[in-house]
């Protein structure tokens, strides 16, 4: 269950990154971007043997905040730019 959850989660974000992130509005892609870090998260934990429920609930947590960030950060702004007079 956790490689699937794993690759699925890969193939949202890569879609929604070099697909979506210029074309549909700002909160969906960072909506979308949040979902492909908890599917991460949460996939990473169930191939962990024994995680403690903190760990998993931190894991999820912390990357549906850090893969919007990061895309952000070196991608750039998310959502159709503005036309320039």
């Known amino acids: 269950m956790g490689i699937p959850l794993v690759v699925g989660s890969g193939v949202l974000g890569l879609l929604t990154?070099?697909?979506l992130r210029r074309r549909a509005a700002?909160?969906?892609v960072g909506a979308l971007l949040a979902m492909a870090g908890v599917g991460l998260g949460w996939g990473a934990m169930l191939l962990?043997?024994?995680p403690s429920p903190f760990e998993v609930v931190a894991a999820m947590a912390i990357l549906a905040v850090l893969?919007?960030?990061?895309v952000r950060f070196?991608?750039?702004?998310f959502g159709p730019?503005?036309?320039t007079p």
């Not at 893969?67 to 990061?70: D, E, T, Y």
């Not at 070196?74 to 702004?77: C, D, F, I, M, T």
Request: hydrophobic share 45%; proline share 25%; aromatic share 4%.
């Open 17 to 19: 990154v070099f697909v």
């Open 26 to 28: 700002a909160p969906v």
């Open 48 to 50: 962990q043997p024994d």
């Open 67 to 70: 893969v919007p960030m990061h």
């Open 74 to 77: 070196v991608l750039g702004p």
């Open 81 to 83: 730019s503005s036309p």
